[in-house]
């Protein structure tokens, strides 16, 4: 009788412990990021512009979330581990977004889409700030990711016709790519990129199963966006990370990160705007244009220098008769009149908050990562957290020089740049344990 007793207290314990304090954090971080990733409109394509403060299904949910996550936020999370996300950089560089917003064309419904931001970024606080210790975060990231993943493959097999791009809409050249559950496939390829570093945390903490079957997933829905840039950016982020750890040098990852960095940067906007490259890259490779970027970011440049100080306003420039009206050459390698963005996360914040909030940028979203990085104490748990956030860091920042998601709502690529950089901070300042059992 008592061994039956003692089973039946057994078989409940894993039910029980899921209603724990710790247990409840880890389920509200889990939905969260899921929620966030996906969105409140999954399968919609870009060109149905749903992502908008005027559409009721993302105003009443990510406005729920938003107060749910605070609220979460408030009452579930350690003092330390707000104290630890807490950072007056980033409050400045807030301050600078919050001066866009009101020097905005139409500052109400920039004002609008800017909570949108700032509900995204709270949300991601509470992802790192709930999980109380290294298997709380696993099991977030694994919930999340086979999600994510998951819904994104069931719409490519039972809903192909939005999961999948077609010959109509305004790019019928990405006919046959896929997007899963997302707008398009140049967010679709990145979410995935993030879950495969997500699938090398769970490997390297012992969820084997976990991270080989997640991994090899996200990989090959990777390839079937067809994007050239984010199958290039994981390998090289993953081995820029990992690879100076195995062979004893850590503290070379944010010497590398910086190299890449600046090596990318030289190599994108350093041949528009510096002479010497500019004729080296004209002799060299003449047909070198990232399809017609280099001609966006020369014109953004122009347009830079007339406002450099606080720019054009929060969503102010790109389609707007600053751009539409104005006189374009024949010969030109994009019509500009017709984007929406800069493909360039750097050239658009600056376009719109001006040259001095782009330099506290560099320091939040560039230096500041590679800082921490370089402060993570050396626990087990600290090290594969710290090295998965780097990895979506490196990767995220790389891809800003050819995609433009900075400020950009609840944009997902955005959001995981956000959870990277905020998650370093966390990291180096607190100690994460294995388990809290």
Not at 59 to 83: D, E, K, Y
Not at 199 to 223: E, K, P
Not at 367 to 390: C, H, Q, S, T, W
Not at 420 to 433: A, E, F, K, N, P
Request: charged share 10%; glycine share 10%.
């Amino acid at each position: 009788m008592s061994n039956t007793a003692s089973l039946k207290r057994t078989d409940t314990a894993p039910l029980s412990a899921a209603f724990t304090p710790a247990g409840i954090a880890t389920a509200v971080a889990s939905v969260v990021l899921t929620v966030v990733i996906v969105s409140f409109r999954p399968f919609q394509p870009a060109s149905a512009n749903l992502d908008g403060g005027g559409d009721i299904v993302n105003q009443l949910g990510f406005g729920s979330l938003g107060a749910f996550a605070m609220f979460s936020l408030l009452t579930l999370a350690g003092p330390g581990r707000l104290r630890a996300l807490a950072s007056l950089p980033w409050l400045l560089l807030l301050f600078f977004f919050m001066i866009s917003v009101a020097n905005a064309i139409d500052p109400n419904a920039a004002f609008r889409a800017a909570v949108f931001t700032l509900i995204g970024i709270i949300a991601m606080a509470t992802v790192l700030a709930l999980p109380r210790d290294g298997e709380a975060y696993s099991t977030v990231l694994a919930f999340a990711g086979f999600v994510v993943v998951g819904l994104s493959y069931g719409g490519v097999i039972f809903y192909p016709s939005v999961a999948i791009h077609g010959t109509g809409g305004f790019e019928p050249e990405h006919s046959g790519l896929w997007r899963g559950a997302f707008s398009h496939k140049n967010i679709a390829a990145p979410v995935m990129a993030g879950f495969s570093f997500a699938a090398i945390y769970l490997f390297r903490r012992g969820w084997r199963w976990s991270g080989v079957i997640l991994f090899l997933l996200a990989m090959v829905f990777m390839a079937h966006t067809g994007s050239k840039t984010t199958a290039g950016l994981v390998p090289l982020s993953i081995l820029l990370v990992l690879v100076p750890g195995m062979i004893g040098m850590r503290l070379g990852v944010p010497l590398v990160f910086a190299l890449a960095v600046t090596g990318t940067a030289l190599a994108t906007l350093g041949i528009v705007f510096i002479d010497p490259l500019k004729q080296l890259a004209a002799h060299l490779f003449p047909d070198l244009t990232y399809t017609g970027r280099t001609t966006i970011w020369e014109f953004a440049g122009k347009m830079i220098a007339k406002q450099p100080w606080l720019g054009y306003g929060y969503e102010s420039f790109w389609g707007t008769p600053i751009v539409t009206r104005i006189d374009q050459t024949f010969d030109q390698g994009w019509d500009i009149s017709g984007i929406v963005h800069g493909h360039n996360g750097y050239i658009d914040l600056s376009v719109a908050m001006g040259l001095p909030a782009l330099v506290v940028a560099v320091y939040v979203f560039l230096i500041a990562p590679m800082r921490d990085y370089m402060r993570i104490p050396l626990y087990k748990e600290n090290v594969f957290l710290g090295d998965f956030f780097m990895m979506v860091v490196l990767f995220t920042s790389l891809n800003a020089f050819l995609e433009s998601f900075f400020f950009r709502r609840t944009d997902p690529v955005w959001m995981f740049f956000v959870f990277g950089v905020l998650g370093l901070r966390l990291v180096s300042r607190t100690v994460i344990h294995k388990s809290s059992a």
